[in-house]
Structure formats: structure tokens, C-alpha cells
């Protein structure tokens, strides 16, 4: 595969990621899953799962960064552009197109029905990728471990995130010797 038909390759499976999912960057992991894993094989489940671990961490949302992450590793600089216009250009083309039908679409009363069944099918699909991410992450006692106390402190302990992903961080340096 030459350069060009990999960012070609890598634009329009992007933009297939943005364009198929409604809800924001969890709600793509799904779609980037099967992209970059089955449909590409780009990069193995472990792999995906470290550059969804690290797009977390980093500011921004989570698509755009899984997608510059990915995009740079295949194809520098260039591929992390290419992807990462691919996952945006469908919600900008959209915003674009249809924010004076939207602001209108808003005040009607089925509108809120429909925001409903759409955040209630986001959630289905933050849990399902929640579940094929667990099953690539927790494969030993220590990670399970670990995905055990910073669930059970994040239910308990409302506080902010970055000190989770500093304690699993830390957990991981004990826990892991290797």
C-alpha cells in the first residue's frame, strides 16, 4: 500500500468512525475498534486499548486524540491529520449545515424524546465498548486488581479522574515488576 492510498485508507475509515456514531467520542470507540482492529489490522486489541488509555489521559476528546494517535503511528504527522480531519469532518459538515434547522428543531416537543433514546443508545454503546476493552485489559490478577479498587473508589469517592489514572498509574509500577 502506497502513502496516498494509506491516508486515503486512513480518512475514510475515520470518517466512516464519525460519521456511523452518535454521541461523542466513547460512543465511537465501537466503530474505531472494528476499523482499526478487524477491518484494517492496524493494530492489535492490546495496542488499541493503550491508545484509548492514553487519548483519555490526554486534553481533548477522545476520538480526535484515539485518531491522531493512530493516524501518527502509521503514517507520521501526516496520517495523524488526515485521521483526525476524517472523525470531524462529518459532525462539522453537519454543524455547518444544519445549525439554523437545529436551534429551531429544539424548541418542538418530540425533540426531547428523541435526545432521550439517543443518550440511552449512547450508554449501550459506552458499556459495550466498556466490556470489549475489559476483556483485552484485564487478563491477570494484577490488572484485575487494580480495575477492582479504582472502580470501587470511584463509586465511593466523587473526585476528579486524573487522580484515578494517577493511582492506576502507580498501581501498575507496584503491581507490574517486569
Avoid: C, H
Avoid at 19 to 32: D, H, R
Avoid at 94 to 114: A, D
Avoid at 130 to 157: N, R
Wanted: glycine share 8%.
Amino acid at each position: 500500500m502506497t502513502v496516498i492510498e494509506l491516508l486515503l485508507t486512513l480518512y475514510f475509515s475515520f470518517l466512516k468512525v464519525g460519521l456511523f456514531t452518535i454521541g461523542g467520542g466513547y460512543a465511537m470507540i465501537p466503530l474505531m475498534e472494528a476499523e482499526v482492529i478487524t477491518v484494517n489490522q492496524w493494530l492489535s486489541p492490546a495496542e488499541f486499548l493503550d491508545v484509548i488509555a492514553i487519548a483519555e489521559m490526554t486534553p481533548g476528546p477522545v476520538s480526535i486524540n484515539a485518531a491522531t494517535f493512530i493516524g501518527y503511528k502509521l503514517a507520521g504527522v501526516a496520517g495523524s491529520l488526515v485521521a483526525s480531519l476524517g472523525v470531524i469532518t462529518p459532525s462539522l459538515v453537519l454543524l455547518l449545515l444544519l445549525s439554523r434547522i437545529l436551534f429551531r428543531l429544539i424548541q418542538k416537543p418530540g425533540t426531547e424524546k428523541i435526545l432521550k433514546g439517543l443518550r440511552s443508545a449512547m450508554i449501550a454503546l459506552i458499556l459495550l465498548a466498556s466490556y470489549s476493552l475489559g476483556l483485552t485489559a484485564v487478563i491477570d490478577l494484577p490488572s484485575a486488581l487494580i480495575f477492582a479498587v479504582i472502580l470501587i473508589a470511584s463509586l465511593l469517592y466523587q473526585i476528579s479522574p486524573i487522580y484515578y489514572i494517577g493511582i492506576g498509574a502507580l498501581m501498575g509500577l507496584l503491581l507490574f515488576p517486569y
